[in-house]
Nanobody, 127 residues
Framework: QVQLVESGGGLVQAGGSLRLSCAASGRTFSSYVMGWLRQAPGKEREFVAAISRSGGNTDYTDSAKGRFTISRDNAKNMVYLQMNSLKPEDTAVYYC????????????????????WGQGTQVTVSS
């Protein structure tokens, strides 16, 4: 089991940047595929980015490609989401999530396949 705590959200103007962090508990962090997902008011939770256990593979939703970068530090039990060129439509609660996965290269893009979730951090982008 893993516990996840996000930080780094806030209010930023369009075009600005934020870096989200997710701290994971437990000794087996490297056993988990990690993802960032978000939920805007009135909308379903959606996939944003994911990174494989080793960090060697990543995937992004189309709207995030070229603007967001997911990374992880297995030695520190941390996963990050660097968000640049933010847009008002990026406004949402951002969640860190983990999936126990045997394949070291696998990335998970399906929201409901994640096993563990953080409490979320609010990102608000003003126009």
């Amino acid at each position: 089991q893993v516990q996840l705590v996000e930080s780094g959200g806030g209010l930023v103007q369009a075009g600005g940047s934020l870096r989200l962090s997710c701290a994971a508990s437990g000794r087996t962090f490297s056993s988990y595929v990690m993802g960032w997902l978000r939920q805007a008011p009135g909308k379903e939770r959606e996939f944003v980015a994911a990174i494989s256990r080793s960090g060697g593979n990543t995937d992004y939703t189309d709207s995030a490609k070229g603007r967001f970068t997911i990374s992880r530090d297995n030695a520190k039990n941390m996963v990050y989401l660097q968000m640049n060129s933010l847009k008002p439509e990026d406004t949402a609660v951002y969640y860190c999530a983990a999936r126990n996965e045997g394949n070291i290269l696998y990335v998970e893009t399906r929201v409901h396949e994640y096993d563990y979730w953080g409490q979320g951090t609010q990102v608000t982008v003003s126009s």
